[in-house]
């Protein structure tokens, strides 16, 4: 006689593996995970939230390095001289032409770059040297590098151009109020390049061969490959290091600072050379509220940024 289904179940119930425990926590266990996170706690607070506070309360004090005795609260005072200040929109469109241009250079060629050495070739790896190098180099010392390239009697880039007779007289780069910008977006695009380059080539490495193979047995070419299998796939490697990459970039005077110092005539001064700026000055209640400013330009860029990003994963 054949087993009913219930007892068919009931034994199917009986050599059923037991559910896995769950793991619990008891007092002593949290204590071991606090006694070691409290380290890491502590070091943020005292190198980060620290200095944060304790600077971002002169924003709203009259801080001056000549005169420590008195430094009365003032409110709002520092941000609305700065917002009145005719070189605010200066600086701020010249920040956002720095950001956007050295963007959108640096991704492009650094997208090239690490599709090309996606593939192996001979000395590959002396190429991938030659092209990361850059990354490991100070940002302060290339805009050193960079000043004398473009020196307008002894540089390089001067030199190459009546060479070639694209130029018949030296071109005065970072001395030219319409050229010093230019001139400092193509030594940031050099030294960012690497890091899209790296990003992007490990992104890469990472999509499944069998999906190019099933790309190219449907008959798809080289960029539909590209643009229907490829980016879609390392789409969040993308998107991650464009935001870091902004943020970065927004946040990096040390080329600019190297170069120019924010001259001639304030014509590649951003918003962190003219913190520097302040901070040389003595003033470091106007170079605190610009910091603040620098910071909540972030922090909303990072907000809609995500906010598209989540939107756009939604099925």
């Known amino acids: 006689m054949s087993a009913s289904t219930d007892e068919v179940a009931e034994r199917g119930r009986t050599h059923e593996a037991p559910p896995p425990r769950r793991r619990q926590f008891t007092k002593r266990t949290s204590l071991t995970i606090l006694a070691y996170l409290t380290p890491a706690f502590i070091f943020v607070i005292i190198f980060t939230y620290y200095p944060l506070v304790v600077g971002g309360q002169m924003a709203f004090r009259k801080w001056s390095l000549y005169d420590l005795t008195s430094t009365p609260f003032i409110g709002l005072e520092n941000f609305t001289t700065l917002i009145a200040n005719p070189l605010f929109s200066k600086v701020m469109l010249n920040s956002l032409v720095w950001v956007v241009a050295s963007l959108v250079v640096q991704f492009l060629i650094g997208f090239m770059l690490a599709l090309g050495l996606r593939k192996k070739f001979r000395f590959r790896g002396v190429y991938q040297a030659m092209i990361f190098y850059p990354w490991a180099v100070s940002g302060f010392l290339i805009g050193i590098l960079f000043r004398w390239m473009f020196n307008s009697e002894f540089g390089v880039f001067n030199d190459m ?33 690497a890091f899209f380059a790296i990003m992007i080539l490990a992104a890469l490495q990472s999509v499944p061969h069998e999906l190019h193979e099933a790309a190219a047995i449907d008959g798809a070419g080289r960029w539909r490959t590209l643009t229907r299998v490829t980016i879609p796939t390392i789409r969040t490697t ?46 470091y209640g106007l170079a605190s509220a610009l910091g603040f400013i620098v910071m909540g330009v972030l922090v909303v860029f990072t907000g809609v940024y995500l906010t598209l990003l989540t939107r756009e994963r939604k099925p």
């Open 238 to 283: 993308l998107v991650l290091t464009v935001l870091l990459r902004v943020i970065w970039i927004f946040n990096f005077p040390d080329i600019i600072y190297g170069m120019t110092g924010g001259g001639p005539g304030n014509q590649t001064q951003i918003a962190t050379t003219w913190m520097i700026q302040f901070t040389q000055q003595g003033d």
């Open 161 to 193: 151009l009546m060479r070639t007779g694209v130029s018949a007289k030296p071109i005065p780069w970072l001395a030219n109020p319409d050229l010093a910008l230019v001139a400092v977006i193509v030594a940031n695009v050099w030294y960012g390049v």
